[in-house]
């Protein structure tokens, strides 16, 4: 197997340099629509570096709760500039929506990554009272996998948690310590064990992985592989590949945002 082929997304998806573009419209249209009703607060820092920031989507009424979404794009690109759109379909639902952006690698390592997104949770738990969802896709959806270890999150923050969804995670970090972007990821055998929510203590709260069936055998692997490790519910949605697989987060009677909602 190439492994560096099985975990390219970009090289196995139609128009796949088109996805940024269009993410980045649309969020920027949501979060002007969202500005002029006083509904995004946006910039909100976590962290002292420029990308420890985080915004925050409010709904027309008081919060029932906060969905925090973490971003993918592999640790090495991306900011949560491109998915504000992607509150839609749970702002609808009453829930506050936080979208934190992070350092990326080679700048610092996956750990580093892992704590500030961990420090972004808590940032936003303390801004919105009520059920916390943690919603993440691809890296993100490890990140958001590794939120539920214990020790992440301080006690307080962790009992709020309701319910996480990792969309199209990656679960084992180990099979990319033979990838070409290990050069930009730096990871060795202990980091890429630490870093991964298989090898997690499976958590209590009710956990959902999603991904789509069109998407990477690598990445039905990676689902299925968390999926099993921690007995939690597993979704293989049809006809959906790993750039598509979030847009179930635009409708708010999607299958997607009514399991996130899910008690």
């Known amino acids: 197997m190439d492994i560096d082929d099985a975990y390219d997304n970009v090289g196995h998806i139609p128009d796949a340099e088109g996805y940024a573009p269009r993410w980045d419209a649309a969020a920027e249209s949501c979060r002007k629509r969202l500005s002029v009703t006083g509904r995004a607060r946006l910039g909100l820092m976590y962290g002292h570096g420029a990308r420890q920031a985080l915004d925050l989507f409010l709904p027309d009424a008081p919060p029932q709760g906060l969905t925090v979404f973490v971003h993918g794009g592999y ?6 500039n491109l998915f504000s759109h992607l509150a839609t379909g749970l702002l609808s639902h009453g829930q506050a929506v936080a979208m934190p952006s992070y350092d990326l690698v080679p700048r610092v390592r996956i750990t580093d990554i892992s704590r500030q997104v961990a420090q972004a949770v808590t940032v936003a738990a303390h801004e919105v009272a009520g059920p916390l969802r943690l919603v993440g896709h691809s890296a993100g959806g490890h990140l958001v996998a590794r939120m539920l270890a214990p020790g992440m999150l301080d006690a307080e923050v962790h009992r709020r948690i309701a319910h996480a969804m990792p969309i ?4 084992d970090l180990r099979p990319l310590l033979d990838t070409q972007m290990n050069t930009d990821f730096k990871l060795d055998p202990d980091e890429a064990l630490a870093e991964s929510p298989v090898f997690q203590q499976a958590p209590e ?3 959902t992985v999603w991904v789509g069936a069109d998407e990477r055998p690598a990445f039905l692997d990676q689902a299925r592989w968390l999926a099993e490790a921690w007995r939690c519910g597993h979704v293989v949605e049809p006809a959906k590949h790993h750039f ?5 987060l635009l409708d708010p009677d999607s299958a997607m945002v009514r399991r996130v909602l899910a008690p």
């Open 75 to 80: 640790w090495r690109r991306f900011d949560r």
């Open 168 to 171: 199209s995670p990656v679960s």
């Open 205 to 207: 709260m009710p956990v």
């Open 244 to 248: 598509d697989v979030i847009d179930g």
